[in-house]
């Protein structure tokens, strides 16, 4: 597995920079084909002189993460990272060389690993494979604004040329909804048998209801509040959930909105983000009733989401929202933009609610409706468990994948 950029770690500290769902959905993967008799090494980029180069992943010794050096010294972001691709790949291979490693194959996560992945699976005439989790003309079209700042911004062309390319090159490629294989198709004119749909899992061991009879865990957060987890970025749409909780708090006075997740040292562009929302809730004078917490620990990731009265998935663009299917699988409610993945996930009116997350009355409506509705509320609670235990496993992932590999490890690529 290639996993470049970010912070990679053995027990991920999420929310950094660059740093979500996708590594949780790299390491979860890889143990669960672990416990499947697979022995899975992560490479990802070293650029901390304090990491140790091979780091094991705790009580699972079939997976390590792997981190190889590229480029300079520091941090670099993912629209930043392509001029030293060559240079991780390189060092990659070198690697895999001096070790005397042997693969079956590589499995690119993301463009910047997608093109890591191809030069390293020539190199020892082994099959690559590829994830892209995000495509960059669907991000591209979701969140506007002027196209030549936004290119400059996001490096769009560049990335988008580069998708094509591995489409183009890999042996196969899973991708995580219907819905990405259609934009693949729309915004690529890229359409291929060698395409599968394989959804994330969720750890159903960690993330369960609250069993009955079980006290709370103390967690320092309000007593009634709505939930909102993810990296802070400018397509996470915090923006929007705050319009419309500004009428949510007026309709339910004793609602708090609780906004988790972001980095310990932001770099400048989350910085951005917190101060336009930071501005929003003075605007508004809700200081008293949003609050800011930041990281999430993971001892208190599972209780922060059972005690939670609903979570918010407002994202203007979002592939999948892992986050939504983590709160789904601790019984609780979401209302999630149906401008993303999660729709295929949640049957709307049964197991959360669907919205447009750009109309602020019909987001906040979706919101009043479940905390005045116990019952509604109560039957989605147990809507949303179901849905996740039966079909969204991480075991049921891992096998999928052992499918799609046994598949086409062996079938040419034919142009």
């Given amino acids: 597995m290639l996993s470049t950029h970010g912070y990679f770690d053995p027990v991920p500290h999420l929310g950094q920079t660059d740093t979500g769902g996708q590594v949780v959905y790299v390491l979860q993967l890889a143990k669960a084909l672990a416990v499947n008799d697979m022995k899975v090494d992560i490479y990802t980029r070293w650029f901390d002189h304090s990491q140790r180069q091979i780091d094991p992943v705790p009580d699972c010794p079939d997976v390590k993460v792997i981190r190889i050096s590229g480029g300079p010294w520091e941090f670099i972001a993912k629209e930043e990272i392509y001029t030293i691709l060559p240079e991780l790949a390189r060092n990659m291979i070198t690697f895999i060389c001096k070790n005397n490693i042997h693969y079956d194959l590589f499995h690119g996560h993301y463009v910047d690993a997608g ?38 911004k996001y490096n769009f062309s560049h990335r988008i040329s580069e998708e094509l390319r591995i489409f183009k090159s890999v042996r196969a490629q899973t991708v995580t909804t219907k819905i990405q294989k ?26 369960r209801p609250l069993k009955s009879g079980a006290g709370k865990t103390e967690t320092g957060l309000p007593d009634r509040y709505i939930l909102c987890l993810s990296r802070i970025d400018t397509n996470k749409g915090h923006d929007l959930l ?33 101060s336009t929302v930071q501005r929003i809730i003075d605007r508004k004078n809700m200081n008293d009733r949003v609050h800011i917490v930041g990281y999430v620990p993971d001892e208190l990731l599972a209780a922060s989401y059972q005690q939670a009265e609903l979570f918010i998935l407002p994202s203007v663009f979002e592939p999948f929202g892992m986050t939504a299917l983590e709160a789904m699988a601790c019984g609780t409610p979401v209302v999630a933009s149906k401008l993303g993945g999660i729709r295929e996930v949640i049957t709307s009116g049964k197991d959360g609610l669907l919205v447009d997350p750009t109309n602020t009355n019909e987001f906040a409506d979706a919101m009043i409706m479940l905390l005045k509705d116990q019952k509604l509320l109560d039957c989605m609670e147990q809507g949303a468990h179901q849905s996740v235990r039966d079909c969204y496993s991480w075991d049921t992932t891992a096998r999928r994948h052992i499918e799609f590999y046994d598949k086409y490890v062996s079938t040419k690529l034919v142009n």
């Fill in 115 to 152: 093109i890591v992945a191809l030069d390293v699976a020539v190199a020892f005439d082994k099959p690559a494979f590829f994830t892209a989790h995000s495509l960059g003309a669907w991000k591209r079209e979701q969140m506007g604004g002027n196209p030549n700042e936004m290119d400059k």
């Fill in 182 to 207: 259609e934009r693949l198709e729309q915004l690529y004119g890229f359409a291929s048998e060698n395409v599968t749909v394989i959804p994330p899992g969720v750890d159903t061991s960690t993330f």
């Fill in 242 to 274: 705050l319009n419309a909780f500004d009428i949510v708090r007026r309709a339910i006075p004793d609602i708090h909105l609780v906004i988790g997740g972001g980095s310990p040292k932001p770099v400048r562009r989350e910085r951005e983000v917190l």
